[in-house]
């Protein structure tokens, strides 16, 4: 009972501050770089953060009550923030846990899911949106993400502690509680990260080539190593990696500064890890993330699967089937996530479009956060006519076989027709017959019967605006 109270006293205690904190940062519904910070802001901000951080450090071992009571503490203020949102009151009747409180955790699949549709017209409309909250702390937002379809929402400036905080866990996990400085080498700023210490932002321009971009990027990491002592982890797309090992190679770059990559925007595929490993003795720990949520899970560097553990401080993840419903620990479902923080625009039971697992065995590393293994975007789940049926990173995984990571430079995997496939690929030189025919059989080993697949030599596959790769398009 005591350490109950112990806990409710620190997490309110915390929230108050955090309170106070996104005082300094007056957006008004402007986006990140618009925002305006008092002159104290920074000062505040990172004595929140490392409260946030103390706590980290002691829950990412709670056993799994404790860790739901700090949960359920969190759920039931925002609830009570969505109770006061036209959106959420009229998808839902006045006994509903939204507004009697959640007694516990699995009571929130009670309500329903909530889309991305629903966001797109909920932040048209104002109705996602409480109005009780300061318009000071609005942070617009706007992402297509994997979808190819824009997206506009707010985020609430509260945000940034725990956002730096969980970021803080993962680099923390990395270098093995060693400093070190991480160089996001990313597209834009994601909210929470402007100023913050330890961390720095190079901005990827994708308007040239993205290789001209990255050769620029290493000659400020070169640059960069000259200036400090603290060894580099470099924070990126996972298709900018193997491009920037490769200029690692040719500048005969010395990388013994260089802990290793943070891959996050896209799912690090199968074979890309232990080429780096084996090729350039990098590591490389990924980390699940949205635009909508930043940093959900990380991996800890001991999970044989390369799971998530979830950052079950901030979030809330159900794995559940088409029709909401939880499914069976172990099996594949829908990954739909409730932000605990997210105030101004609340974000409960949200589809992120992903499709994943819980793994249901504990972490060697000893942490008892949630182990969650993504698989793919449930839009992109393949079913063939001749009955079998798997994700787009099975196919691309084939192309990671030692044989033809060293031949091929670029990828992309285009289903024309539910039973026909072609495969563009850009070689570094040139693709021998054996080559060919070595990939066309373990292809067809994976489909089955009844496919058929093209093998198309490329000059070039192009990028999206934000230099991600799309290793699978399905033009049905």
């Known amino acids: 009972m005591y350490y109950v109270r112990m806990l409710s006293l620190y997490l309110a205690i915390l929230y108050r501050l955090n309170v106070v904190v996104s005082r300094g940062m007056m957006c008004g519904g402007r986006p990140v770089p618009e925002c305006i910070e008092h002159q104290s802001y920074a000062k505040i901000a990172q004595t929140a953060e490392r409260l946030e951080s ?36 009229d998808k839902t009747d006045p006994e509903s846990v939204l507004f009697r409180g959640a007694r516990a955790m699995i009571d929130i699949s009670a309500l329903p899911i909530l889309a991305r549709e629903d966001v797109r017209v909920g932040f048209t409309s104002g109705s996602l949106v409480n109005p009780n909250i300061p318009v000071a702390r609005r942070v617009l937002v706007r992402t297509s993400g994997s979808t190819g379809e824009p997206l506009s929402f707010y985020l609430d400036s509260i945000l940034v502690p725990g956002r730096r905080a969980a970021f803080r866990r993962f680099i923390r996990w990395f270098s093995l509680g060693k400093p070190a400085l991480v160089v996001k080498a990313i597209g834009a700023i994601p909210l929470g990260f402007v100023n913050f210490e330890g961390a720095l932002f190079y901005w990827l321009r994708n308007d040239r080539d993205i290789n001209i971009s990255l050769a ?8 960069l190593l000259r200036k400090t002592k603290l060894p580099i982890i470099i924070d990126t797309f996972p298709s900018n990696i193997l491009r920037l090992t490769r200029i690692f190679e040719e500048a005969r770059f010395d990388t013994s500064r260089v802990l290793g990559f943070i891959p996050g925007g896209e799912t690090l595929l199968p074979g890309e890890r232990e080429y780096l490993e084996q090729k350039f003795q990098l590591r490389a720990s990924g980390k699940y993330v949205s635009t909508e949520f930043e940093v959900i899970g990380q991996e800890c560097g001991e999970s044989p699967q390369h799971a998530y553990h979830v950052n079950a401080e901030y979030f809330y993840v159900e794995i559940v089937d088409t029709a909401g419903n939880p499914v069976p620990r172990g099996n594949t479902g829908r990954v739909v996530i409730t932000s605990l923080d997210q105030e101004v625009m609340p974000f409960l039971r949200y589809d992120t479009g992903d499709v994943g697992r819980w793994v249901e065995d504990s972490c060697p590393c ?6 969650l293994v993504v698989e793919g975007r449930h839009s992109h789940l393949i079913n063939l006519p001749n009955g079998r049926a798997f994700t787009q990173f099975n196919i691309i995984s084939v192309f990671f076989y030692p044989m033809f990571v060293s031949v091929i430079r670029q990828f992309q995997v285009i289903h024309e027709k539910p039973s026909e496939f072609v495969m563009k690929i850009v070689p570094h030189s040139t693709i021998t017959e054996d080559v060919s025919r070595e990939l066309q059989t373990q292809l067809v080993k994976l489909m089955g019967s009844g496919v058929s697949i093209k093998i198309q030599v490329v000059e070039n596959i192009s990028y999206t605006a934000r230099g991600k790769r799309m290793g699978y398009v399905s033009n049905f």
């Open 54 to 89: 103390t706590l980290l450090k002691y829950s990412e071992r709670m056993s799994v009550r404790s860790l739901e009571k700090l949960q359920l503490k969190k759920l039931n203020r925002i609830l009570r923030s969505a109770s006061q949102t036209p959106f959420w009151r």
């Open 366 to 371: 000893g942490r008892t956060l949630p182990l």
């Open 216 to 223: 620029d990027f290493f000659v400020y990491v070169r640059s």
